[in-house]
Each structure stands twice: as C-alpha cells, then as structure tokens.
C-alpha cells in the first residue's frame, strides 16, 4: 500500500494543503476566537525576520518607530466621512469596561489614520516640523467573516507608516518611495516573489485616500495577494483634524498626507507563493535557520563533528541550528526540516565522517549530493545565494506563463479562472469593473503600459490586471 503523503497535494486542493503546512510544520493554530489567531515559534520567526528587514528599509526612509494606543474614541472615526464607512462592517467596538457603561465607545484599532492625526495635529506647528515620519508596529482589529490564517483574520500583526508633509508632490514622492524602494525590495530581493506594483482604481482605493500603490502577488494556484500598500491621503484627514502648519508669514496651510503598511498577510503569501508538496520552502535571505546540521545517527564522533560543523557556519554568518536529538528517527527529523522550509540541511553520519563528507540536502531545487566538510564554510554562502535567486525566477516565470492578454469581459474570467488577465482600462472602465466583481473577479491593479505604475487612473495606454484574489 503506498504510503500516505504528509501534505494534501497541492493539485488536489490547495487550500486543504495551505491549512496542512501551517500545522504540520507547526506556523500557527487558529484562536479561541473566532478569526483570532496563534502564531507559534517557527511562524513568528519568520515574521520576526520580516520584520527585521523591513523596519531597518522603513528607517532608512527617514520614519522613527512610536506607539500610539489601541483604544481608539469613537467620535475619531467619525470626523472623516469615507474613512468610518469604509470602516464601520469590520470595527469591534468597546461599549463597556470596569463594569459600566461607557460615556463614549471605544473603537479597538482597525488603523490608526484617526488617533494619530489628533496628535499630529498638536505636533505640527511650523514648516520647520515637516516632514513628520512615524511609523509603528502593532496589532489591528477587524472583524473577519470569513478567516483565514495569515491571509485574513480579526487580530493581526502589521506595521503602519503614517506621514505628513509641507506640499502635494512631497507626499506623493514619499508614498511612491515607500511603495518602491521598501516594499518593492523586499518583497522582491528578501521574500524572492515577483510583486506587480501598480495602482488600485477607485473602487478599490483604501477608505480616505486620493490614491493607493500597492504590491500584488500571483500565488501558487494562480490566485493575486494584495501583498501591501501605500497611500496619498491628501489633506482629507488634515481637514478633518485640522493638521495645519504655518507658512513663513502668519498664513496656515494643511499638511499633506500618506499611510502604508503591510502585515502577517505576508507570511500567508510567503507559504502559497513558494511551497510544494513537500511543506514550506523559505528564501534563504529571510530565513530564520538557513541551515540545519543533523547527526544521523548517536555515535560520539558524529555530534562532535555536526557541533563543530554547526560553530564553522555560524562563524561564516550563516544561520545555522545543530539538530544532533538523536533520540528521534532521523528520518522524522528530516521531513519536519524539510516541512518548515530551511534551504539547507547538512547530514552527517558515520561513512561520511570516514569519507571527510557530508550530505548537502537543498530544499529549494531539491535534491542531495555528498560534499567536502572542511569546505562547508566557503560552499554554503554562495549555494544560498544561488537558490535565493531561483525562488525569484520561479516566482516571475510562473506570473509570466499565467498571465494573458484579454480583450472583453468573458475572457477576462476565463483568464482569472488559473491566473492574471491583462486588459485595456479604457476599454474595462468601472462599468465593466462593476460586472467582474459580480463573477468573483477583481481589478487588482492598473499598471502603465510599459508595466511602471502610471500617475493617474487615466492615463493613455492603462492596463488593468484582473484576478480572483484573496
């Protein structure tokens, strides 16, 4: 009888397979609540390493990281009109605390547009205070009806910018800036997925905003992933809280306006752009463990050697984690390796030690070929590198082959039935952006025709990417 496979094959059922890997390879279990989640150990480092990379991009950008509270008042939400209604389906809201009632309700964060600018507008006073650059990380609260770990859930994890600025065009770069040159690298050079960066149309412009950037990935079963996003607020929230700064004569003007973040979104994206049947498979870049030396078996020798091994690579700035629990099969040990992921596990067994080798298992290729210990610390940086860059290619091949030129509406969901579409916005426009979405498919982006990202929704030439999405 052939024996079962630890996964449900992707081809199968890929959100059966999604929902396998988060367990089996121990990322996360679903919370008490409803929609809530718990990220274990392994699924936080990875967040962890996310995190890392993305706040030294997001500081290099100038922003510094605060704290702002979680407990929102309500009449905040209220004083922009767009904003509380495009919020107000998913708010959780605190209308009793130390066993009475509340004399106003209190919103638990679903963003923090409001909150923050009541204290921008009693930070800013002069030009000489902008550009005012903070960013934060943080939970949010959104009440989701249909959750689904990392992708959607009521509680998650994120970072939110949040700027103001002395003019239009200053905001505006800022945002670009933002969308580009920190969520655009590190999506592309540290997570290895191949993000189209584009424009969202109206309809699907964050609440509040005059324009969204944002970052959309195809997923393993052909599906798009809003990976992040960056908005121009305009001055709409300026007005609102009256965030004004004075000109170098008595006159006030209203700050300019931008937000961005992204979240735990990305672990899911991480998981459905680059996993296989066999379990995770992690850039090398972001990866907590880029290697694992396992004894293969409990011999003296053998845990020496996978110590000494394991100090080797960790002084080469590789990092490396020792398995030598010799305890537990080593083949149980191998295949939960090779479930969460690491690009590199390094097998040492007696006959290697004899030989002066070990086995080089590399996740992401796959396969396995005896190499020299002693050059371990040389060979494994550059094979990183190497598989660093496939998972990127794979990732462009894939949107690539999946992606069609479409001309009407019919073709277009055929099209997002295995993946992307590419039609002329002019021809599309919001009436046929309209009649899509009554089929489950979405406008995800409009990008120029060159594919850079146009300055208006308008602009000759458009191209709108249609999808189902997540």
Not at 174 to 180: K, L, N, P, V
Not at 207 to 220: R, S
Not at 390 to 414: F, H, K, Y
């Amino acid at each position: 009888m052939a024996k079962a496979p630890v996964l449900t094959p992707q081809a199968d059922d890929f959100p059966r397979w999604y929902q396998d890997l988060i367990s089996k390879a121990e990322l996360a279990d679903n919370g008490p609540v409803r929609g809530t989640m718990v990220i274990r150990p392994y699924g936080y480092g990875l967040w962890e390493r996310m995190q890392q990379e993305m706040d030294a991009r997001i500081k290099k950008a100038g922003a510094q990281n605060a704290y702002f509270p979680m407990f929102i008042p309500q009449s905040y939400l209220t004083k922009e009109a767009e904003h509380v209604e495009g919020f107000a389906p998913e708010l959780a809201v605190v209308t009793h605390g130390g066993g009475k009632q509340l004399d106003e309700p209190i919103v638990v964060r679903p963003t923090s547009e409001t909150i923050i600018n009541e204290y921008f507008s009693k930070w800013v006073q002069s030009h000489r205070d902008l550009p005012l650059l903070i960013n934060q990380w943080a939970n949010v609260v959104r009440w989701e009806l249909r959750p689904r770990i990392f992708l959607r859930t009521t509680e998650f994890l994120w970072q939110e910018g949040h700027t103001a600025h002395a003019g239009y065009e200053d905001a505006r770069d800022y945002a670009s800036m933002i969308h580009t040159d920190v969520y655009g690298d590190f999506m592309t050079n540290v997570l290895g997925i191949d993000v189209v960066l584009g424009r969202k149309t109206a309809k699907e412009r964050f609440a509040g905003a005059i324009n969204t950037l944002t970052l959309e990935g195809m997923m393993g079963d052909g599906k798009a992933l809003q990976m992040g996003t960056s908005h121009e607020l305009g001055q709409n929230f300026a007005k609102a809280f009256n965030t004004t700064y004075q000109l170098q004569g008595a006159e006030r003007e209203y700050v300019w306006q931008t937000s961005w973040g992204v979240s735990t979104r990305m672990v899911g994206g991480l998981i459905m752009s680059h996993g296989d049947d066999n379990g995770l498979r992690v850039p090398p870049r972001l990866a907590a463990v880029q290697a694992v030396v396992l004894a293969i078996k409990g011999d003296d020798a053998v845990i020496a050697k996978v110590r000494e091994i394991g100090a080797r690579l960790e002084a080469a700035g590789i990092r490396v984690v020792v398995d030598d629990r010799t305890d537990t099969p080593f083949g149980r040990r191998a295949v939960d390796w090779e479930l969460k992921g690491v690009p590199l596990r390094i097998e040492v067994g007696p006959r290697d030690l004899e030989n002066g080798t070990a086995m080089l298992a590399r996740r992401i290729p796959g396969g396995k070929e005896p190499v020299s210990i002693d050059g371990l610390a040389e060979l494994v940086p550059g094979v990183l590198e190497e598989d660093q860059a496939l998972l990127l290619r794979q990732s462009r091949e894939r949107r690539e082959a999946r992606t069609v030129d479409v001309t009407n509406l019919d073709e277009a969901v055929e099209a997002a039935a295995t993946g992307w579409g590419r039609i002329s916005w002019a021809e599309l426009g919001p009436e046929g952006e309209a009649k899509l979405a009554e089929q489950g498919v979405s406008v995800r982006c409009i990008v120029a025709a060159d594919g850079s990202v146009p300055q208006t929704d308008d602009q000759d030439g458009n191209i709108a990417i249609v999808a189902r999405a997540y």
